[in-house]
């Protein structure tokens, strides 16, 4: 089954720093990539994904993110970052073909920005 | 005009009860689900929907059973409530079966004391 891994548990930053937060994941086959943020007390929402096409996507707010399908990665960045950028990061895979074709999380990183 | 609607918002209740969470999506798309998100936010999902049709049905106690009345609906009605089913559940949509962008409800927070 494939797995989703988001190394970075949690992550402080000051306004205005710049901010990479880490996805790897574990699929061999073609898959499409998301990343979601949740705002506190809020449901997921889509902040950028990848299908097929240029690998350097860019989201709402900023945000951005790059594949690098050699590294199996999909890292948002967000050159810098504000103090409403505090939320949980779900980065997600969907693979597009074998029997596993489910969207899969990776445990989340908690973003707190402070000001 | 909310996207992926979910009632209610917070349920607490005691183990043994039996309840039931809705969700509808004004979308117009062919897929639901339903995912639970544990306290130390680990989502994870539960099942899916097409058209009406189960199609994904991950290890799930069977105390756990979703309805679909219609390609807008699905509810999610649970059984003999226990502790370890506290958590946030979330309703989702899509327009076509699993790949396509998923968007999400606000999610029914439950607390089974």
């Known amino acids: 089954a494939q797995s989703v891994s988001q190394h970075n548990h949690h992550v402080i930053l000051s306004e205005a720093a710049s901010l990479e937060l880490g996805c790897n994941y574990s699929?061999?086959?073609?898959?499409?990539l998301f990343w979601y943020v949740q705002y506190p007390g809020q449901h997921l929402q889509l902040l950028l994904k990848?299908?097929?096409?240029?690998?350097l996507v860019k989201g709402i707010k900023g945000f951005e993110a790059e594949f690098i399908k050699s590294k199996f990665s999909f890292n948002l960045r967000k050159p810098s970052v504000q103090w409403s950028d505090t939320a949980e990061y779900f980065c997600?895979?969907?693979?597009?073909?074998?029997?596993?074709?489910?969207?899969?999380f990776g445990s989340g990183t908690q973003l707190t920005v402070l000001p | 005009d909310t996207a992926v609607s979910q009632t209610p918002k917070y349920l607490v209740t005691q183990m043994g009860n039996d309840k039931s969470i809705k969700c509808e999506q004004n979308?117009?798309?062919?897929?639901m689900y339903w995912y639970k998100q544990d306290s130390k936010k680990f989502l994870k999902i539960m099942f899916s929907?097409?058209?009406?049709?189960?199609?994904i049905n991950e290890t799930v106690p069977n105390r756990f059973s979703p309805k679909s009345p219609d390609k807008a609906h699905l509810n999610l009605h649970i059984n003999s409530l226990e502790l370890g089913d506290s958590a946030v559940y979330f309703c989702?949509?899509?327009?076509?079966?699993?790949?396509?962008?998923?968007?999400f409800g606000p999610g029914t927070r439950l607390t089974v004391l």
């Open positions: 989702a949509s899509s327009q076509g079966p699993v790949t396509d962008t998923q968007y």
């Open positions: 699929y061999g086959g073609t898959v499409n």
């Open positions: 990848y299908f097929s096409g240029d690998p």
């Open positions: 997600a895979v969907n693979p597009l073909s074998g029997s596993a074709r489910q969207l899969t």
């Open positions: 979308l117009g798309h062919d897929t």
């Open positions: 929907y097409n058209n009406k049709e189960l199609i």
